[in-house]
């Protein structure tokens, strides 16, 4: 059985010097395997329980020859094993994220160190590092997570004893956003913004430049010329959908024709696009409830119907040029489908649009609309894209939608956090609700 032999260390905390016998080698001398123990409790009857307890699995992780030492694996040659087996659960751009914050932050800190020598203070370094850097409170719980997950891997694969992470500092709390936080537009912004913003002509001014002949190669001046133009039907589509259906960009960018139910007027949330620094994916959405059906005003499906005929026809314009999905056999001879293409696409190929373009069109909306607004307050406030979700809720629950339907529409997993994020909108409700018991009673 493994001898437990109790330590008291320079600064006063306990410690236990486990040993267990592994026989004699062949001048017969004792052969012993030892390590040290900090439990985590500071009363001295479950300190020593605790001390107990790992002793036995210490034991039959040597007598089994189960023990890995990570006194000769580095931290950086570690993350590399973490990398190749846990790391790929992730989705891609989790992944990205992970590997920069380590390469950025933690490897060239605690990278040349052996895993077992790194202790709580040298994370906290790297913590206290952040905070002095001046990053957010949400930066610096992700910048530990991430260290916390390799460690906590690392203990889960026996390389070491204990996770240095459980004995680190408090890391500052995250603010929830509520609605004193964020931003929506009210409910006469709403309807300027959709019903004027979205449909009127702007005036736009193109200023004088140069130009080149495509024929002749010659340079040539460009008078200053203003146009007319309206917004494009898909972008009207997109912003009235971000506020309808409170849908995230990502669910936004991802959908397809075939998630389009005309006959039942719903819009199936199935997935997302997401990006890395080199390609756009598709994933799930960010939880199960995610994944969702909406139903949405017979207005969206008029106009639906109608910029899927402008797709399709943009699609025989182009030609070869079309790059996105069109009735016929793929080359593998399978069957082709328009209604594979997203809705919402860039119009020189048919492709998916960026993740950013929408953020951009937005706020050129808002911008032009601005502009043709001679009072202040007849203008839109630059909220966020993200703001338009945010809207439709707030607006939702300032009608006395309840908050279990609301919180569908917004694929929450829980009620409660559309409690927490939007609890601003129901004053009016619980006002209604004191006048409702004051009657009731006379």
């Given at each position: 059985?493994?001898?437990?032999?109790?330590?008291?260390?320079?600064?006063?905390?306990?410690?236990?010097?486990?040993?267990?016998?592994?026989?004699?080698?062949?001048?017969?001398?004792?052969?012993?395997?030892?390590?040290?123990?900090?439990?985590?409790?500071?009363?001295?009857?479950?300190?020593?329980?605790?001390?107990?307890?790992?002793?036995?699995?210490?034991?039959e992780q040597v007598l089994n020859g189960e023990l890995v030492s990570g006194d000769k694996v580095t931290v950086s040659?570690?993350?590399?094993?973490?990398?190749?087996?846990?790391?790929?659960?992730?989705?891609?751009?989790?992944?990205?994220?992970?590997?920069?914050?380590?390469?950025?932050?933690?490897?060239?800190?605690?990278?040349?160190?052996?895993?077992?020598?790194?202790?709580?203070?040298?994370?906290?370094?790297?913590?206290?590092t952040a905070k002095a850097e001046g990053r957010a409170p949400s930066t610096i719980r992700d910048r530990f997570s991430?260290?916390?997950?390799?460690?906590?891997?690392?203990?889960?694969?026996?390389?070491?004893?204990?996770?240095?992470?459980?004995?680190?500092?408090?890391?500052?709390?995250?603010?929830?956003?509520?609605?004193?936080?964020?931003?929506?537009?009210?409910?006469?912004q709403s309807r300027r913004f959709i019903r004027d913003a979205l449909t009127m002509e702007y005036e736009i001014t193109?200023?004088?430049?140069?130009?080149?002949?495509?024929?002749?190669?010659?340079?040539?001046?460009?008078?200053?010329?203003?146009?007319?133009?309206?917004?494009?039907?898909?972008?009207?589509?997109?912003?009235?959908?971000?506020?309808?259906?409170?849908?995230?960009?990502?669910?936004?960018?991802?959908?397809?024709?075939?998630?389009?139910?005309?006959?039942?007027?719903?819009?199936?949330?199935?997935?997302?696009?997401?990006?890395?620094?080199?390609?756009?994916?598709?994933?799930?959405?960010?939880?199960?409830?995610?994944?969702?059906?909406?139903?949405?005003?017979?207005?969206?499906?008029?106009?639906?119907?109608?910029?899927?005929?402008?797709?399709?026809?943009?699609?025989?314009?182009?030609?070869?040029?079309?790059?996105?999905?069109?009735?016929?056999?793929?080359?593998?001879?399978?069957?082709?489908?328009?209604?594979?293409?997203?809705?919402?696409?860039?119009?020189?190929?048919?492709?998916?649009?960026?993740?950013?373009?929408?953020?951009?069109?937005?706020?050129?909306?808002?911008?032009?609309?601005?502009?043709?607004?001679?009072?202040?307050?007849?203008?839109?406030?630059?909220?966020?894209?993200?703001?338009?979700?945010?809207?439709?809720?707030?607006?939702?629950?300032?009608?006395?939608?309840?908050?279990?339907?609301?919180?569908?529409?917004?694929?929450?997993?829980?009620?409660?956090?559309?409690?927490?994020?939007?609890?601003?909108?129901?004053?009016?409700?619980?006002?209604?609700?004191?006048?409702?018991?004051?009657?009731?009673?006379?």
């Open positions: 059985m493994a001898s437990i032999k109790e330590k008291t260390n320079k600064d006063g905390s306990t410690s236990f010097l486990i040993e267990v016998y592994c026989g004699r080698d062949s001048e017969g001398k004792r052969i012993m395997k030892r390590t040290t123990f900090r439990p985590k409790s500071t009363a001295p009857t479950k300190a020593q329980k605790e001390a107990e307890k790992f002793a036995a699995q210490y034991e040659e570690f993350v590399k094993i973490w990398e190749e087996n846990w790391l790929p659960a992730k989705t891609p751009s989790v992944q990205e994220n992970y590997k920069d914050v380590l390469r950025l932050h933690v490897l060239p800190v605690i990278g040349h160190m052996k895993i077992t020598a790194v202790k709580a203070p040298h994370i906290d370094k790297i913590i206290q991430i260290i916390n997950s390799v460690f906590k891997y690392a203990y889960k694969k026996q390389y070491i004893r204990e996770n240095p992470c459980q004995r680190c500092d408090e890391r500052p709390p995250v603010k929830m956003k509520t609605g004193k936080d964020i931003q929506f537009f009210n409910g006469d193109y200023g004088k430049r140069g130009r080149k002949s495509k024929k002749t190669g010659k340079e040539y001046a460009v008078k200053e010329y203003k146009v007319k133009r309206g917004v494009p039907l898909q972008w009207r589509i997109y912003f009235m959908m971000a506020v309808y259906g409170t849908f995230r960009r990502g669910e936004m960018c991802a959908l397809t024709w075939k998630d389009i139910d005309e006959k039942r007027r719903v819009i199936s949330i199935e997935k997302a696009a997401a990006m890395t620094k080199k390609k756009k994916y598709i994933k799930g959405p960010k939880t199960e409830a995610g994944i969702r059906e909406l139903t949405m005003p017979d207005e969206i499906f008029v106009l639906l119907k109608e910029w899927k005929k402008e797709q399709a026809a943009l699609c025989v314009k182009l030609g070869t040029a079309w790059k996105g999905h069109r009735n016929g056999k793929n080359d593998d001879g399978t069957r082709d489908s328009f209604d594979e293409n997203t809705i919402f696409i860039q119009p020189d190929n048919g492709l998916p649009i960026h993740l950013s373009t929408p953020n951009h069109k937005f706020h050129e909306i808002v911008d032009l609309y601005n502009a043709t607004r001679k009072k202040e307050e007849e203008k839109l406030p630059r909220i966020r894209l993200h703001d338009l979700r945010h809207t439709g809720a707030t607006l939702l629950l300032g009608e006395k939608t309840d908050i279990e339907t609301v919180s569908h529409r917004l694929g929450h997993a829980k009620a409660s956090v559309t409690l927490d994020i939007y609890g601003h909108a129901l004053p009016e409700n619980d006002k209604q609700a004191a006048d409702t018991l004051a009657a009731l009673f006379g």
